[in-house]
T-cell receptor, first 110, second 110 residues
Framework: NAGVTQTPKFQVLKTGQSMTLQCAQD?????MYWYRQDPGMGLRLIYY???????DKGEVPNGYNVSRLNKREFSLRLESAAPSQTSVYFC?????????FGPGTRLTVL | GENVEQHPSTLSVQEGDSAVIKCTYS??????FPWYKQELGKGPQLIID?????GEKKDQRIAVTLNKTAKHFSLHITETQPEDSAVYFC?????????FGAGTTVTVRA
């Protein structure tokens, strides 16, 4: 099992560019999450998907969109990147309680 | 939303000594209390958790205690080792709602 995988690992964007962060899990988990982590802070929830076909906003959803493509995949899209979106992005999935995290995507917006 | 406070923000201990991290939360609906460990460059990983009907749980050198009346729970690490050096997060949760504390950076001195 690969667990939770994220692509890309690193990305540099210019202000106004768009991109999609990909996340996939092979553990047959129902719930999936997207977080951002800024220096010296805990993770903040952007969006989550409790099950295939549903998505809900978290604490900091502005500037992001998500798609739960199927049970395995949950993507995060930045339509018009801003420097404030420079962060490390983590995807996670969970069956019941424990969350399993991916390795993260380090995004820099210039 | 949930207000989570974690103390201390940094903790330096001598190898073999104990470390204690405290977490307070505000949402009385929280019913699941995990602690996550994040090593440099990686996603967080669950190390121990407790449900609201249990006061204490122990797993080898780590333990978690919960006081639901006072809305706080603590992480205890005994006989600390160099591999315990990491950032630790408390994450009080209720179903799909999880709130990360700001984290405690633990450094174990040899």
């Amino acid at each position: 099992n690969a667990g939770v995988t994220q692509t890309p690992k690193f990305q540099v964007l210019k202000t106004g560019q768009s991109m999609t962060l990909q996340c996939a899990q092979d553990m047959n988990h129902n719930s999936m999450y997207w977080y951002r982590q800024d220096p010296g802070m805990g993770l903040r929830l952007i969006y989550y998907s409790a099950s295939e076909g549903t998505t809900d906003k978290g604490e900091v959803p502005n500037g992001y969109n998500v798609s739960r493509l199927n049970k395995r995949e949950f993507s995060l899209r930045l339509e018009s990147a801003a420097p404030s979106q420079t962060s490390v992005y983590f995807c996670a999935s969970k069956p019941y309680d424990e969350q399993f995290f991916g390795p993260g995507t380090r995004l820099t917006v210039l | 939303g949930e207000n989570v406070e974690q103390h201390p923000s940094t903790l330096s201990v001598q190898e073999g000594d104990s470390a204690v991290i405290k977490c307070t939360y505000s949402d009385s609906a929280s019913n699941y209390f995990p602690w996550y460990k994040q090593e440099l460059g990686k996603g967080p990983q669950l190390i121990i958790d407790i449900r609201s009907n249990v006061g204490e749980k122990k797993d080898q050198r780590i333990a978690v205690t919960l006081n639901k009346t006072a809305k706080h729970f603590s992480l205890h690490i005994t006989e600390t080792q160099p591999e315990d050096s990491a950032v630790y997060f408390c994450v009080p949760a209720n179903d799909y709602k999880l709130s990360f504390g700001a984290g405690t950076t633990v450094t174990v001195r040899a």
